[in-house]
């Protein structure tokens, strides 16, 4: 069968299509998937392009939607014909966040799902959504389940609040369709007046080119009324945490990742 493979150092130009033996049958409490989508991250591109180190051989890519097409002894979660979602951290299945790093994230340290079949265990995975197809389904895992782990889960987010995502990546064009159908207020920045303009067909209330006004976060709590926002999908780090927290209210919530701890503001440095 068919696989990607990323040869060491890593750079997209080491990516390379190549002939992988096909999977052994599932052993007890394993399933074996046909993979049929993976959706792109952008963890996915910084495992391929560096400059974090990658095993030789690593194949890439941490989601997936495919069918299962045999069980083995003991699982009664899945049956041959359905169709399951791969998780992000597979070893996390309930309780608080207990993982430091990706050790086991499929494409980082472990192969990944660049590949037509695999064999692994059932709990590695979950039900795709009622009438998702595999392509719909596939966005799910990184994107789609970091904002609503942030905005719903974490965040308790409320219809009436206001909700500032950071440019038009995976996980701020879910928190975008999240937060609405919440019915929360959305503000949007993007260095793109285009993409801004679809942010706003989407059904974003305001935008910001943050390129063309750097200050964009005391633009956008000035047009909140001085109250600042209620919610940041922070995805900038260092870069944009400053102008962040220029935009939150006092006791918003900040935060960027399914593992990393919330930002409560708890001052402002207008206080």
Not at 10 to 21: E, F, Y
Not at 111 to 125: K, N
Request: net charge positive; charged share 20%.
């Amino acid at each position: 069968m068919r696989a990607v493979k990323l040869t060491a150092p890593g750079g997209l130009d080491n990516l390379q299509i190549c002939d992988v033996p096909e999977p052994e049958a599932p052993g007890p409490g394993e399933i074996l998937v046909e993979v049929r989508a993976s959706s792109l991250n952008y963890h996915d591109y910084s495992v391929a392009a560096g400059p974090f180190r990658v095993l030789d051989g690593r194949i890439p890519l941490s989601d997936a939607a495919g069918v299962v097409r045999a069980v083995g002894e003991g699982v009664r979660r899945f049956s041959v014909g359905d169709l399951v979602v791969s998780c992000f951290f597979p070893t996390w299945s309930s309780g608080r966040p207990f993982l430091h790093g990706f050790e086991t994230t499929p494409g980082d340290g472990v192969d990944g799902y660049a590949q037509e079949r695999v064999v692994r265990p059932a709990t590695w995975f979950t039900r795709a959504p009622k009438d998702y197809d595999p392509i719909e389904a596939a966005t799910l895992t990184t994107a789609g389940l970091t904002a609503w782990r942030a905005l719903v889960v974490n965040g308790r987010l409320r219809s009436g609040e206001v909700v500032l995502i950071l440019g038009t990546g995976g996980v701020s064009l879910f928190a975008l369709q999240i937060a609405l159908a919440t019915g929360a207020t959305v503000v949007a920045t993007s260095s793109s007046d285009e993409k801004l303009e679809r942010l706003r067909k989407l059904g974003a209330s305001h935008t910001v080119n943050y390129r063309s006004q750097p200050d964009w976060g005391k633009r956008i709590f000035d047009w909140t009324g001085g109250r600042g926002v209620d919610h940041v999908i922070e995805v900038g780090g260092a870069r944009t945490l400053p102008q962040s927290i220029a935009a939150i209210k006092v006791g918003g919530i900040s935060r960027s990742s399914v593992c990393s701890p919330a930002i409560k503001v708890r001052f402002h440095p207008r206080c």
